[in-house]
């Protein structure tokens, strides 16, 4: 297979399903041969992002990121996804390492709200407590020109909630749960627009979605660049 894209999944599944789904609607293929050319690498067992970020004595996830570009290096895609924001910890590492481009999710969600949102000056993001507490997202954004907000500890939790206890661990959203985060995200913090800055609040948009509110889906935003790098080639 020529002119192929490739796609480093499994953190977690669920979302990485809602990643592809997202990315075949978004095609408008009107036949079987319109749809991309792609290989999923669907590595479930890779250690949690967010437990080596916040403790550096549990298992590292970068040896399982490493050795997965290393083996799809070999077939020799035209460039590589990773639709988890939490592992974009180990960007650059994994961006040495790859022998084609590698999307960036958080810089494609800003490029997403210059367009959408040019008049916010306060965003907020909403994401794993490893994200949030890293960084993953502040060099983007405020190199934007955006005021970056940070959940308080009570949203934060609330956040973790619903991304491990009812998404990852029971794969059900509880949309009472996201819309009461993201109401006091720009109620409570004053924030202009919303970063949804993990791919299982993307996949709580998807299935529970929230309207007229002014959020920026990260997982749509590289959805949007995959299809339009992917039609390039």
């Known amino acids: 297979m020529e002119n192929f894209f490739a796609i480093i999944g499994g953190m977690g599944t669920m979302a990485t399903e809602s990643y592809i789904h997202q990315i075949n609607?978004?095609?408008n293929a009107r036949s079987d041969q319109e749809y991309l050319n792609y290989i999923l690498l669907n590595h479930a067992t890779i250690p949690d992002r967010t437990s080596y970020i916040l403790d550096h004595n549990q298992p590292n996830p970068l040896l399982d990121l490493l050795a997965d570009i290393k083996a799809l290096n070999q077939l020799k895609p035209s460039f590589y996804t990773l639709p988890c924001n939490t592992a974009h910890?180990?960007?650059k590492q994994l961006s040495e390492e790859a022998n084609a481009p590698l999307l960036h999710m958080p810089q494609e969600a800003v490029n997403s709200i210059k367009i959408s949102y040019s008049r916010a000056k306060r965003?907020?993001?909403l994401a794993t407590r490893g994200t949030i507490m890293h960084?993953?997202?502040?060099?983007a954004v405020i190199s934007a020109g955006f005021e970056l907000i940070k959940p308080n500890e009570e949203l934060l939790s609330l956040t973790t909630e619903l991304i491990y206890e009812k998404i990852k661990v029971n794969n059900y959203v509880d949309a009472a749960l996201y819309r009461k985060i993201v109401t006091k995200m720009i109620t409570d913090l004053k924030c202009d627009a919303v970063i949804l800055g993990c791919t299982e609040l993307s996949l709580a948009q998807e299935r529970e979605p929230l309207r007229n509110i002014p959020l920026i889906d990260a997982q749509?935003?590289?959805?949007?660049k995959t299809v339009e790098m992917a039609k390039t080639l």
């Open 25 to 27: 609607l978004a095609t």
């Open 89 to 91: 910890y180990f960007y």
């Open 123 to 125: 965003v907020g993001i």
């Open 135 to 139: 960084g993953i997202y502040d060099n």
């Open 220 to 224: 749509m935003a590289l959805v949007n």
